[in-house]
T-cell receptor, first 112, second 113 residues
Framework: GDSVTQMEGPVTLSEEAFLTINCTYT??????LFWYVQYPGEGLQLLLK?????DKGSNKGFEATYRKETTSFHLEKGSVQVSDSAVYFCALTTNTGNQFYFGTGTSLTVIP | DTAVSQTPKYLVTQMGNDKSIKCEQNLGHDTMYWYKQDSKKFLKIMFS???????INETVPNRFSPKSPDKAHLNLHINSLELGDSAVYFC????????????FGPGTRLTVT
């Protein structure tokens, strides 16, 4: 079945460090891929998305490229800030399915 | 205006009680969802409704019953609450079933004592 696997946390980084959160997927059909972010005490909100192979999603300095050959959608940011501290979820949905599949979430803490 | 709203934000109750959580979306979306998030932040889909019809009912105890009076509302009623029901419950909506981004509500933190 369809699924998403993302790196386990928690991840702790110093401000201005480089961030990578790995995400790989298994899917039938042609999935759309998403990164959601959940700030403390809030609901999830969409960070970026990519709907076909080689697409790059980007937002707020975060980027992720849809790699069909490696079935990956890794999240990156060149210089993290304290305000990026949150839980990040990789997710997918397919045009043959009827639901989202979320990863287990990766907690990021950025320290000054 | 809040896109997806839930009430209440916090709910503390005793085992055995019956409680409801309400959800409303003003985005004009056709599909709404309920998710349960445990203490480790794991997110599990419970129900999905499309145009007021139940589409997905994952392995959720039948003590949980969703009700969709119209496309903009999806309420969750829980009977005979148990300690293990303690979690944060999120409502979400999307324009299309399963193929579009979802918009989440702020969550309802349920604590069963």
């Amino acid at each position: 079945g369809d699924s998403v696997t993302q790196m386990e946390g928690p991840v702790t980084l110093s401000e201005e460090a480089f961030l990578t959160i790995n995400c790989t997927y298994t899917a039938t059909g042609y999935p759309s891929l998403f990164w959601y972010v959940q700030y403390p005490g809030e609901g999830l909100q969409l960070l970026l998305k990519a709907t076909k192979a080689d697409d790059k999603g980007s937002n707020k300095g975060f980027e992720a490229t849809y790699r069909k050959e490696t079935t990956s959608f890794h999240l990156e940011k060149g210089s993290v800030q304290v305000s990026d501290s949150a839980v990040y979820f990789c997710a997918l949905t397919t045009n043959t399915g009827n639901q989202f599949y979320f990863g287990t979430g990766t907690s990021l803490t950025v320290i000054p | 205006d809040t896109a997806v709203s839930q009430t209440p934000k916090y709910l503390v109750t005793q085992m055995g009680n019956d409680k409801s959580i309400k959800c409303e979306q003003n985005l004009g979306h056709d599909t709404m969802y309920w998710y349960k998030q445990d203490s480790k932040k794991f997110l599990k889909i419970m129900f999905s409704y499309n145009n007021k019809e139940l589409i997905i009912n994952e392995t959720v105890p039948n003590r949980f019953s969703p009700k969709s009076p119209d496309k903009a509302h999806l309420n969750l009623h829980i009977n005979s609450l148990e300690l293990g029901d303690s979690a944060v419950y999120f409502c979400a909506s999307s324009q299309l079933l399963g193929s579009d981004e979802q918009y989440f509500g702020p969550g309802t933190r349920l604590t069963v004592t």
